[in-house]
């Protein structure tokens, strides 16, 4: 890859927290007027914005940001066990909370063993254990959604393309510690693909925080 396409692509990344940031902004501006869970969406993307900048510092004063590799995919774990078993699963036993509790488990010991330190030795199971539990969370919404009468259009789209997301996530990360350490430049295709998949979920999740704040009535406190 020459240096001008390597600079192309560095500079594209910056369009991740220009974007999150523009859906915090929305969200804050139409706060009152969102239900429970784009709240919850709304607060997913400010996660997902502090997590982006502390990487980016990180990487430029310890030139090692590979902690928020596990870290992320702890919160977001745990961020979507809460929005699918508050939200989507109520219906669901709760004996089912042991598969994404064992992931997040499994997360934190990852994290705890510190191999994020040592690029060489850097396996993110993580970032696997991550999107098949999530997978698995709409699998199950999907099958609830199927026994509702009348069918909830709206969650069935939220929820397909939660499931489209982490299904390719779940792709481009599982050679993370091949295209971690390979010299060669195919990894850098491969970063770009998955930057752009997940500005789309961003981009999707945005619209959907817009739209549910633009139908419902703004609620003015006193009014």
């Given at each position: 890859?020459?240096?001008?396409?390597?600079?192309?692509?560095?500079?594209?990344?910056?369009?991740?927290p220009l974007l999150l940031i523009a859906g915090v902004i929305i969200g804050l501006f139409r706060f009152l007027a969102l239900n429970a869970v784009h709240r919850l969406l709304l607060g997913y993307l400010a996660m997902a914005l502090i997590i982006d900048v502390l990487s980016r510092i990180f990487g430029i004063v310890m030139h090692n940001n590979l902690l928020f590799i596990p870290?992320?995919?702890?919160?977001?774990?745990?961020?979507?066990?809460?929005?699918?078993?508050?939200?989507?699963?109520?219906?669901q036993s709760r004996f089912l909370l042991i598969v994404p509790v064992i992931g997040l488990g499994f997360?934190?010991?990852?994290?705890?063993?510190?191999?994020?330190?040592?690029?060489?030795?850097f396996n993110a199971y993580s970032r696997v254990v991550d999107p098949v539990t999530v997978v698995f969370l709409c699998?199950?919404?999907?099958?609830?959604?199927?026994?509702?009468?009348?069918?909830?259009?709206e969650r069935m789209r939220m929820n397909?393309?939660?499931?489209?997301?982490?299904?390719?996530?779940?792709?481009?990360?599982?050679?993370?510690n091949f295209l971690i350490n390979v010299p060669s430049q195919l990894k850098f295709y491969f970063?770009?693909?998955?930057?752009?998949?997940?500005?789309?979920?961003?981009?999707?999740?945005?619209?959907?925080?817009?739209k549910n704040g633009k139908t419902r009535p703004s609620l003015v406190p006193g009014s």
């Open positions: 890859m020459n240096g001008g396409a390597k600079f192309f692509i560095e500079l594209f990344t910056y369009c991740m870290l992320f995919g702890f919160l977001e774990l745990a961020f979507f066990t809460w929005l699918y078993f508050r939200y989507f699963l109520p219906s997360i934190a010991w990852e994290f705890y063993q510190g191999e994020w330190m040592d690029p060489l030795h699998m199950l919404h999907f099958r609830e959604i199927g026994n509702a009468v009348p069918l909830a259009v397909s393309a939660i499931l489209l997301f982490f299904s390719l996530n779940l792709v481009f990360f599982l050679p993370v970063w770009l693909a998955n930057l752009i998949l997940t500005m789309a979920f961003y981009t999707f999740l945005i619209f959907e925080i817009w």
